[in-house]
């Protein structure tokens, strides 16, 4: 399976923007997704997650009530609703398929356990 993210671009601070994962070639609907992102010079951070079926969410404590995930399976997607972006919300945002088979979400995902990555989309956002 591959992954591609897109939606990125440069707004102002208090700004909207929706990113979406699209997944082909291969499995998707049973497997977690992870978004990450990584400023200049920063580490990788996670920022959300999302379960297989959708139903559970996990959220990062800079993002939980600015940004929601939600996928649909019939159309091989994930999206990240961004409200209220802030300046330091700017960086290179990528989206990842969790290893696991049906995982249980109970926290934040990490780089390590995750096996597919989609080439980022810039978010730069100004003050």
């Known amino acids: 399976v591959q992954l591609q993210a897109s939606g990125g671009g440069l707004v102002h601070a208090g700004d909207s923007l929706r990113l979406s994962c699209a997944a082909s070639g291969g499995a998707f609907s049973n497997y977690g997704l992870g978004w990450f992102r990584q400023a200049p010079e920063k580490a990788r951070e996670f920022v959300a997650a999302i379960s297989w079926s959708g139903r559970t969410t996990y959220y990062a404590r800079s993002a939980k009530g600015r940004f929601t995930l939600s996928r649909d399976n019939a159309k091989n997607t994930v999206d990240l609703q961004m409200n209220s972006l802030k300046p330091e919300d700017t960086a290179l945002y990528h989206c990842?398929?969790?290893?696991?088979?049906?995982?249980?979400?109970?926290?934040?995902?990490?780089?390590?356990?995750?096996?597919?990555w989609g080439k980022g989309t810039q978010v730069t956002v100004s003050s």
């Open positions: 990842a398929r969790h290893r696991a088979f049906r995982m249980i979400i109970a926290g934040p995902m990490v780089p390590g356990d995750m096996d597919i």
